[in-house]
């Protein structure tokens, strides 16, 4: 099983701490992280102080295959979902405690739909959040980095009665199973999100679902590593 293919562009927009394009496949991601003094009410009186670190994630009208509807009075569950499993992803592989005072906002626009547009984000958002680290260390916002490690995340799923790696629309909507896994560079989920789309799966296609998912993910951060290097 082969993923598709993944470009990560960086420095992307010339105004965020950091922002980079991920292309995976057809489907195409904008991350972009903004940094602000202040932090929510919850975390005022925090001890030892601390800051946050959120995620906000849209689809721009024309990124699928039928307009997307602006979502201009609130938005839809499906949103509010996948921008708080972003959030989570990022907040793992992260000290909150290395940047007090400081919210990050890490936003994720999609402007090409073509399947795994909430594990492209998180792959993409984590090259983006680690750029907005370093110019905070330039600046002597940051006195430690809070990057703990990578991570990254990819779809499985069974199509056909068959194991399938990084789903793209056509795959997705016919899968029988869909999952979505996090996982960082030292091999630790962050998430594993599956269902049973159509027919159930038992402990053995759920067993080649983890390991494909690991060895893909395995390159992603390799992947991810050598685009900071390079660049």
Request: charged share 30%.
């Amino acid at each position: 099983m082969e993923k598709r293919k993944t470009k990560i562009t960086r420095n992307y927009l010339m105004h965020p701490a950091g922002s980079v394009l991920i292309e995976t496949g057809n489907t195409k991601v904008i991350c972009t992280v903004t940094v602000e003094k202040g932090v929510p009410p919850f975390l005022r009186d925090a001890k030892p102080p601390q800051g946050w670190l959120t995620a906000e994630y849209s689809m721009l009208p024309g990124a699928p295959d039928s307009r997307f509807k602006r979502e201009r009075k609130g938005i839809k569950g499906r949103t509010a979902e996948i921008q708080r499993f972003i959030g989570r992803s990022l907040r793992a592989v992260v000290d909150l405690t290395k940047f007090p005072g400081y919210q990050i906002t890490v936003d994720c626009d999609v402007i090409q739909a073509d399947g795994g547009t909430r594990t492209a984000s998180v792959t993409g958002a984590c090259v983006a959040l680690h750029d907005a680290f370093s110019m905070m260390k330039e600046s002597n916002q940051l006195e430690e980095d809070p990057f703990k490690e990578w991570v990254a995340a990819i779809s499985v799923g069974i199509v056909n009665r068959k194991p399938v790696v990084d789903l793209c629309y056509e795959e997705d909507s016919i899968a029988d199973v869909d999952m979505n896994i996090v996982m960082t560079e030292s091999g630790k989920f962050i998430e594993i999100q599956g269902t049973a789309e159509a027919e159930p799966f038992d402990d053995k296609e759920l067993t080649i679902m983890l390991k494909e998912a690991k060895k893909n993910i395995v390159d992603l951060i390799k992947y991810q590593k050598k685009v900071i290097i390079n660049n």
